[in-house]
């Protein structure tokens, strides 16, 4: 498209909202997943909803793709530009609208980072449940965007299970409600379709998010074992027994190495893996639940247990766990990380096979994920600057999908599908499935123009890897003819 098409736009908006410099559009070219990476248009920076609204609204009329984006920390190439069209930015729609400790909702714009919603309910008793790893600087625009889940989602649930209502603009430019601001609805969830739909419905503009008590009381242990399958099997001893912890977590050695470099968390030494499990609620039910957990762990192969005394300790138990993404920089120039589901029985099983998956493909895979519902999170190490260790490491994290689907598990379990992981959706659900899937995108979007390229397999490649083609256009799977 021919710069000079976007003049109309750039006159529609005040003054330096429409930007188009190297600089700027460089800054939006990638997400979490800098493997890929595409130049956009432009980039429209709104203050307001009715500036992205008339964005949209444009868009629309000019079939010109967009691609709405928080602050970029998607894992799966969500957030992607592609090459023929805009990015929308909501990071200034950062405004928390309404905040009523009474009904505990709190209505706020998409821009808004996970973890200040959490501080504005604080004085109130009151946070939010969702907590990925990256809630410090996370927007709950994209949580909405992949269901986007964290250490909790055992016990809480997902984003889904926290958003009540949702004001957003369609990709035909249509204003649209779903729900309200009570937990109870009548009719179809439309606020649970929207979520998760990594933005190929439309741009949330208004979120209304359901905030809970804060807990009376924590008890946080960290256990250490001698191999995975004991750290896996000990998951499952825990919920075989009754309890449903707050979060169960495991890290395995590698992650645990580079946890320590970045917090000095003080995990155990010479562990193979630490499990993690924190309860939470009342004083009184946390003393009964706190024998029984004492009692389930002893009879695990644990080598090492210990039990955080005070907030602090607490803090750095997570702290460890919260910096594994970020510390494995630490132990590889470069990694990949992927987002699979496996039954949480399987759990031993599935990491052992990893393991060899890694063996075999010759690069270290560091595991961590939420034990609780059997979301792995393996982060798979290389060195880009190495020709052909992208396509090895892609072709690792293949296996493990496949692994996971072949288990009974799923291709994601918050991370979303994205450019990455697309070519896998045909091997986990039919075609009748995998064809509503479409009648649905097109019933909110004909033109196909909201965040395209994404989630569905054989559409046109949105970006470009440092190497010049996409992952999938070297299989053959994808073409840009």
């Not at 709190?106 to 009151?126: E, I, K, M």
């Not at 055992?154 to 035909?172: C, D, E, P, R």
């Not at 994290?397 to 994205?418: D, F, P, Q, Y």
């Amino acid at each position: 498209m021919s710069q000079s098409r976007f003049e109309s736009l750039r006159d529609l908006l005040p003054a330096d909202l429409f930007q188009d410099d190297d600089a700027t559009l460089a800054a939006f070219e990638s997400d979490g997943l800098t493997a890929f990476r595409c130049r956009p248009q432009g980039v429209v920076l709104p203050r307001t909803n009715e500036e992205v609204i008339r964005t949209v609204q444009w868009c629309h009329e000019n079939s010109v793709p967009f691609v709405a984006r928080g602050s970029g920390t998607s894992l799966s190439g969500g957030s992607m530009p592609v090459s023929d069209g805009i990015v929308i930015s909501l990071n200034r729609l950062q405004k928390i609208l309404s905040l009523d400790p009474d009904n505990r909702i709190a209505v706020v714009q998409p821009g808004v980072v996970n973890l200040q919603v959490s501080a504005a309910a604080a004085p109130h008793g009151l946070y939010y449940a969702p907590d990925p790893s990256s809630q410090k600087i996370c927007t709950i625009g994209g949580n909405v965007a992949f269901n986007s889940g964290g250490a909790h989602c055992l016990k809480y649930g997902m984003t889904s299970n926290h958003v009540v209502g949702i004001q957003a603009i369609t990709a035909t430019g249509k204003l649209v409600e779903f729900g309200g601001q009570s937990v109870e609805s009548i009719g179809p969830d439309w606020t649970g379709l929207f979520c998760g739909s990594e933005g190929l419905f439309g741009i949330a503009l208004e979120i209304t998010l359901r905030l809970l008590p804060k807990p009376e009381q924590f008890h946080t242990v960290l256990v250490g074992y001698h191999s995975l399958r004991d750290a896996g099997d000990a998951v499952s001893a825990v919920i075989e027994s009754g309890l449903l912890p707050g979060a169960m977590e495991i890290m395995e050695s590698l992650a645990i190495e580079a946890a320590e470099a970045a917090t000095a968390c003080g995990y155990p030494k010479d562990a193979e893996a630490v499990l993690i499990v924190e309860l939470e609620g009342p004083r009184e039910k946390l003393a009964a639940e706190q024998a029984q957990l004492e009692s389930v762990i002893a009879g695990t192969n644990a080598f090492e247990t210990v039990v955080a005394e005070n907030a602090e300790q607490r803090d750095k138990i997570w702290a460890g766990r919260k910096s594994a993404f970020s510390a494995a920089g630490l132990l590889s120039p470069d990694f990949l990380v992927q987002d699979g589901v496996v039954p949480r029985k399987r759990l031993g099983e599935a990491l052992e096979r990893i393991q060899v998956i890694s063996s075999a493909s010759g690069l270290r895979v560091a595991n961590v994920f939420h034990a609780g519902d059997g979301n792995l999170h393996p982060l798979i190490l290389f060195d880009d600057s190495v020709p052909g260790e992208l396509e090895r490491a892609e072709a690792c994290a293949g296996e493990i999908l496949r692994l996971c689907i072949e288990m009974g598990g799923s291709i994601t379990g918050e991370h979303g599908v994205g450019v990455e992981k697309r070519d896998f959706m045909p091997e986990m659900y039919d075609q009748p499935t995998m064809d509503l899937m479409h009648r649905l995108r097109h019933a909110f979007d004909p033109q196909q123009i909201a965040n395209p390229g994404k989630m569905f397999p054989g559409t046109e490649a949105p970006a470009l890897t440092a190497h010049g083609l996409h992952p999938l256009e070297k299989a053959g799977v994808i073409s840009r003819e």
